[in-house]
């Protein structure tokens, strides 16, 4: 069974930064590209991030948070991190990890399997 776990969410001062962490258990972790989706309260979950399976070469990610957000992933490890710097406050939803094994997607439908999920929040 493939379980994926989101770790290192917060409570965190605008202008500051987290590390999101996401472990994955039961899969052949290189083999999947690795997404990271978020959804603010009343919100739809939107795309914020994509790496390529294997070596992760290839990223995307969303204009909002481009430059500011960094996907890495330690195949070593079977982890995924989402670097975040410079939190706005519109960055405060709940950020999901996600794995599938069609290559690097911006849709939610090319994901397999999800995460449960963890809090970001930044204060003004």
């Known amino acids: 069974q493939v379980q994926l776990v989101e770790s290192g969410g917060g409570l965190v001062q605008a202008g500051g930064s987290l590390r999101l962490s996401c472990a994955v258990s039961?899969?052949?972790?290189?083999?999947?590209?690795m997404g990271w989706f978020r959804q603010a309260p009343g919100k739809e979950r939107e795309f914020v991030s994509t790496?390529?399976?294997?070596?992760?070469?290839?990223?995307y990610y969303a204009e909002s948070v481009k430059g500011r957000f960094t996907i890495s992933r330690d195949n070593a490890k079977n982890t995924v991190y989402l670097q975040m710097n410079s939190l706005k406050p519109e960055d405060t939803a709940d950020y999901y990890c996600?794995?599938?094994?069609?290559?690097?997607?911006?849709?939610?439908?090319?994901?397999?399997?999800w995460g449960q999920g963890t809090q970001v929040t930044v204060s003004a």
């Open positions: 996600a794995a599938g094994l069609s290559g690097v997607s911006l849709v939610r439908s090319a994901y397999k399997y």
């Open positions: 039961g899969a052949a972790f290189s083999s999947y590209a």
């Open positions: 790496i390529s399976r294997y070596g992760g070469g290839t990223t």
